[in-house]
């Protein structure tokens, strides 16, 4: 199946000049959906993985089911405030200002192997500040995965020297 059908763009959203790529096409498609988790499990396949983390919001879509077949446990990580006991946070750049991410204390052990899914690899801000995250709290990071990747805005070069793969270029 070629996946790339499967999403809807969107011209000039959310403003003039921008692509959007619109996922809840591939999602409502149930082999399309099955045939996106089954190619990026099998990149992972082989890889020591124990806790999948997913980025809020569309990251929760791809991670649980990745952990799933990765017979993992699952980890959300969220916006401020959203989580009830103690956690730990990451501030992160934005283009204009900073932002926060934030994941419960103890949801990831010291040595705990950990797989990053999100659903866009755009500038890499975002997975960067989470892999930090990750390791402030003893994770290992044993890759970074995303469904799409807009390869023009460079977002790899800030997650160099980590396993980086995505399924679908842009």
């Avoid at 956690?87 to 990053?116: C, F, K, N, P, W």
């Avoid at 899914?117 to 390791?135: F, H, M, Q, S």
């Amino acid at each position: 199946m070629q996946l790339k059908q499967l999403i809807r763009e969107i011209p000039d959203f959310p403003k003039p000049g921008i692509n959007f790529y619109d996922i809840t096409t591939l999602l409502k498609d149930k082999r399309g959906f099955a045939e996106t988790i089954e190619a990026m499990q099998a990149h992972y396949r082989n890889a020591r993985v124990d806790v999948v983390v997913g980025i809020e919001a569309r990251g929760y879509f791809f991670a649980p089911a990745m952990a799933h077949a990765l017979h993992a446990g699952f980890v959300p990580v969220r916006k401020p405030k959203k989580l009830p006991h103690t956690v730990r946070s990451v501030e992160y750049e934005l283009e204009y200002g900073t932002d926060r991410l934030e994941m419960h204390a103890d949801a990831i052990e010291a040595g705990q192997s950990v797989l990053i899914i999100d659903d866009v690899l755009a500038t890499g801000g975002t997975a960067a500040a989470v892999a930090r995250l990750v390791e402030q709290v003893g994770g290992t990071v044993a890759g970074l995965g995303f469904v799409i990747e807009l390869t023009f805005l460079k977002g790899r070069d800030r997650l160099a020297g980590r396993d980086v793969f995505s399924l679908l270029q842009y």
